[in-house]
């Protein structure tokens, strides 16, 4: 049973380009997250998706930031016209409708991304 | 917005030490979640805390949520180098909504 997919892991792009990562989550699981980790830091929400819908996108910034979990396919977050600051890892979660309480995030292996 | 604490964000021990770390929540949690995360790794989820006062072991791990379900606790008895890592807590309103994670206490263990 195959974990939470993330690639490519390791992302260098100059500033002014695109960035795609892509996450596909565990079988089953219909509910995606995404986080960014900066060096020292926690792990900071970006957005919630479920199939074809954003739930909640409140941690990710309006301008460049883009985020999709089609019907078919891996969940993408899109990073258009790439700053310095933008280098970080990206961690997809992705968990099981829990019901009352939030489900365990199971994580993928993060993409690194270096803006040069 | 909701805010959960950890402090300090890193912690030496000897080995065979015991370590103690807790995590505070600005609002009332539906849950708290802790993980753990080694240098260059992915978080690991290791427990789930629901109910008021909850306490769960995992070895010589031992989680407790408070009375209040606004604040936690982590406690590991004799550590051992294999401790090393990050450990994570994130706190949630309920179903349907983001986990708020703290920044993490950095875990180091001397031989």
């Known amino acids: 049973n195959a974990g939470v997919m993330q690639n490519p892991r390791h992302l260098v792009r100059r500033r002014g380009q695109e960035a795609r990562l892509r996450c596909s989550p565990m079988?089953?699981?219909?509910?995606v997250y995404w986080y960014r980790q900066l060096p020292e830091e926690g792990l900071k929400f970006m957005v919630y998706?479920?199939?074809?819908?954003?739930?909640?996108e409140s941690g990710m910034p309006k301008e460049r930031f883009s985020a999709e979990f089609p019907k078919e396919g891996p969940s993408i977050l899109r990073i258009q016209q790439v700053v310095r600051g933008d280098s970080a890892a990206y961690f997809c979660?992705?968990?099981?409708?829990?019901?009352?309480?939030?489900?365990?995030?199971?994580f993928g292996n993060g993409t690194r991304l270096t803006v040069t | 917005g909701q805010q959960v604490m950890q402090i300090p964000q890193y912690q030496h021990v000897q080995e065979g030490e015991d370590f103690t770390t807790y995590c505070n929540s600005s609002?009332?949690?539906?849950?708290i979640q802790w993980y753990k995360q080694r240098p260059g790794g992915h978080p690991v989820f290791l427990i789930q805390?629901?109910?008021?006062?909850e306490v769960k072991k995992q070895k010589r791990l031992t989680f407790q949520f408070g009375e209040a379900k606004k604040n936690s606790s982590l406690h590991i008895t004799a550590t051992q180098t294999t401790d090393v890592g990050t450990y994570f807590c994130?706190?949630?309103?309920?179903?349907?909504?983001?986990?708020?994670f703290g920044k993490g206490i950095t875990l180091s263990v001397r031989p």
């Open positions: 979660a992705s968990s099981h409708f829990p019901g009352q309480e939030n489900s365990p995030l199971h």
């Open positions: 079988k089953g699981h219909s509910h």
């Open positions: 998706l479920q199939k074809e819908n954003i739930i909640d």
């Open positions: 609002t009332t949690l539906s849950n």
């Open positions: 805390l629901v109910k008021s006062g």
């Open positions: 994130a706190g949630g309103p309920g179903a349907n909504s983001k986990l708020t």
